[in-house]
Structure formats: C-alpha cells, structure tokens
C-alpha cells in the first residue's frame, strides 16, 4: 500500500476525525504542514501518541499475569500435629478458632499453650508448604482431653475447619487422624458433643452416648487422691428390697386375750410399673440434654 503523504492543499480544517486518524497514523511531523503540525502539537522528535479505549469484549489478558488461585491443601500432604510442638503456628490456630467461636485473643493462646502429652492437647491439621521456607497452612484444630472414671476414653472438643475449606472433605480427615492419635496412645473411646453436625459424626460411625466430664488438666504426677476428689458420675442405686409381708402369728401377751390378726395382704398389682424419668434419647433429632446457655446438645461416642 502507498504511503500517504499529504500536500498543504489536500488537507483543510474541516477532515473528518477518520481522516485526521490517518494523517496521524500514515504520515510522520515532517510532510504535515507546519500550521497542522503546530495544531496537533507534535513533536519532531517523538512519534504522534494515541489512547486506546477498548470494551469489555476486546480485552485479552496474557494468562501468564492473571493472579493465581491458591490451591486447595492435598489431602495427601496433610499432617496431624501437637500445637506445642509448633508454637511459632499459635497465632495461626487462634485467628482459626476465633474466625467460629470469637474469644479474646490472649485467651485463646493462653488454652493453646496449656496443650501437653499429659493432655488436655491441641492438634493441629497442617497443609504442607510446596515452597520451602513457606509456613504450613492450619486447616483444621481439635482438643482432647481425659475423661474422669474412663482411663481409655478421650473428649474431642473445639473441632474445626477453615472456613474456606469447608465442604471439601478435610473434617472427615481431621476426624480420622483423631482415631488414629488416640489408639495408637492406648485409647479405645471417643467422646464429643454437637449442636447440629449430628448426621456428620453419624456417618463416621458415632452414636448417641451418655454424658460424660472431661478434666481440664492432668499430669502425670497428679496423685491419685486428688484425682478421686473430683465428683464422679452418679451410679445407679441397686435395688431397694421390699420388705417381708407374709402372714404371722402375733404373738400371746402374758395375759389376757390374744392379739388381733394383721389385715389382709393387698392383691397383686396388675398395672405396669412406671417407666423410669430418664430414658436414654434414641433419635439424632431429639435430646434430653442442655448446655450452660440452654440449647440443646448431643452427646455422641465411638469406638475406636
């Protein structure tokens, strides 16, 4: 295609902005003349500069600069960790339970820091880093802790997972790693309680249980009188016996006339007797239990 190269006579005022595109684009400040070039302010020395305004439509983005989603955790590099054996993760784990139950800060890590092997104890779900000096990622936490009168049961407490994460399989694996912790330590039974994720533990084999009390602390060298001054669970009473209702003979005074027979033994009771004020719930929708604010809670445990 020629150039374009306009003559003093062939341009005049009154071009269209198409044309006036074109003169700016095909021709250069030297064949403009200088009237037009002095109009149009262009310097000599730099080429004409023009402003792009496209649509919506004509954008295209290199996919190279387009920021990157963080990835899911791998389900296969995740790890199950004390929080005392990671304390620079504390303030991690804190933002994480405070993000569902809010509490004070300094609360929070100071229950965080009371986590031991002599239990009660924190773990942490943790997503290992692709980077090398990158932090792992905290996905879910848990508590456990003792249960009175029950050496080989444990109290799962404060389970939760990054509200991010959620719906992605990460507390079945939190749960999972649980069981493995604690039978691998001895215990055979875990214990917890919920408001609403019933049909959750339901499917991972959890069953509607009795309450039971968690010791805030223990150690090892806690002695066993101490330990048995805390109040225990009620035992059931054994059975009163009734007392011995048949017929005797009343016995002769020294003198006088015999005593009067005792009355009649009253008929045997045809009625049932009544049933027990404390039936155990047998329905995921139904609990006879509260907790210290009044709503209901469900107690549920598992074998292990």
């Known amino acids: 295609m020629?150039?374009?190269?306009?003559?003093?006579?062939?341009?005049?005022?009154?071009?269209?902005?198409?044309?006036?595109?074109?003169?700016i684009l095909n021709a250069s400040?030297?064949?403009?003349?200088?009237?037009?070039?002095?109009?149009?302010?262009?310097?000599?020395?730099r080429q004409p500069e023009m402003t792009l305004r496209p649509g919506l439509a004509e954008l295209n983005l290199d996919p190279e600069t387009q920021p990157e989603e963080t990835p899911a955790p791998n389900?296969?590099?995740?790890?199950?960790?004390?929080?005392?054996?990671?304390?620079?993760?504390?303030?991690?784990?804190?933002?994480?339970?405070n993000e569902q139950w809010?509490?004070?800060?300094?609360?929070?890590?100071?229950s965080l820091g009371q986590s031991s092997d002599a239990f009660p104890l924190c773990l942490m779900l943790l997503s290992t880093p692709h980077m090398p000096k990158a932090a792992p990622i905290v996905v879910g936490h848990a508590r456990l802790s003792r249960v009175?009168?029950?050496?080989?049961?444990?109290?799962?407490?404060?389970?939760v997972v990054a509200r991010a994460l959620r719906g992605r399989g990460f507390g079945r694996q939190l749960m999972e790693g649980l069981e493995v912790f604690a039978r691998a330590r001895g215990f055979r039974r875990?214990?917890?309680?919920?408001h609403d994720q019933m049909q959750f533990y339901a499917h991972l084999g959890y069953q509607l249980g009795e309450p039971v009390q968690g010791l805030v602390f223990t150690?090892?060298?806690?002695?066993?009188?101490?330990?048995?001054?805390?109040?225990?669970?009620?035992?059931?009473?054994?059975?009163?016996?009734?007392?011995?209702?048949t017929a005797?003979?009343?016995?002769?005074g020294p003198k006088g006339p015999p005593l009067p027979p005792p009355p009649p033994l009253p008929e045997p009771l045809t009625t049932s007797p009544p049933t027990p004020s404390w039936n155990p719930p047998k329905s995921l929708l139904e609990t006879q239990y509260k907790d210290m604010k009044g709503c209901p809670i469900f107690w549920m445990e598992k074998d292990i």
């Open 2 to 23: 020629p150039t374009l190269s306009p003559g003093p006579a062939k341009l005049t005022p009154a071009l269209a902005p198409t044309h006036w595109m074109e003169v």
């Open 29 to 45: 400040p030297a064949e403009l003349p200088l009237d037009l070039a002095s109009e149009l302010n262009l310097d000599s020395t």
């Open 75 to 97: 389900m296969a590099e995740l790890t199950l960790e004390p929080v005392h054996c990671r304390p620079e993760l504390l303030d991690a784990c804190a933002d994480l339970i």
């Open 102 to 110: 809010p509490r004070s800060r300094a609360s929070r890590l100071h």
């Open 148 to 159: 009175m009168d029950r050496p080989q049961s444990l109290l799962v407490e404060t389970v």
């Open 190 to 194: 875990l214990h917890l309680t919920t």
């Open 219 to 245: 150690s090892r060298r806690l002695p066993t009188t101490l330990l048995s001054a805390f109040p225990r669970a009620p035992s059931p009473q054994p059975p009163c016996k009734a007392p011995n209702l």
């Open 248 to 252: 005797q003979v009343a016995p002769r």
